[in-house]
């Protein structure tokens, strides 16, 4: 995959963290990332919904982590070394996002964004913001506004 995408100067740019969870590839936008870091395992919390996979101790902070594939419907797999934790912050909150490896630094054009499609339900649209091509592959732009259900987002403030 290729890390920088030629488009004209004059176009605004953004930077995005792309990651993988199965066989689909996503990112996020590079400012909401604090730290990337190894997965380690967490402490489960009672009564949470299927996607928080509990709490891990973060230098002293009580972080939240929450399976990314989970939330946005894909199937539960068991966490492995190789699993990573995406440190960033929502809505002033931090969080951790389990995803199964980061795999690029993308910095694209604006105009190569391209909406999601109509034809996706109202849950594919809270979270997919846009869908870019690269290399002939579909990568999936997620928004993590909104991906805190109230009850974590209060928790983590």
């Known amino acids: ?92 909150k931090t969080v951790g996002l389990l995803v199964e490896a980061v795999s690029d630094i993308l910095t694209v054009g604006e105009e190569l964004i391209q909406p999601t499609p109509d034809i996706a339900c109202e849950v594919v649209r809270a979270f997919v913001k846009g869908i870019i091509a690269v290399d002939g592959e579909m990568i999936s732009l997620i928004s993590l506004d909104g991906l805190l259900p109230d009850e974590i987002a209060q928790e983590a403030a």
């Open 1 to 92: 995959m290729s890390a920088t995408l030629n488009t004209s100067v004059a176009t605004p740019r953004r930077e995005l963290v792309a990651f993988r969870m199965g066989a689909q590839e996503y990112c996020v936008d590079i400012r909401s990332v604090l730290e990337i870091r190894g997965w380690a395992p967490a402490t489960p919390l009672p009564q949470s919904p299927p996607f928080v996979r509990g709490v891990i101790n973060l230098r002293g902070t009580v972080l939240p982590i929450i399976d990314l594939g989970a939330r946005l419907g894909l199937p539960v797999s068991a966490p492995s070394a190789r699993h990573v934790i995406i440190v960033a912050r929502i809505d002033r």
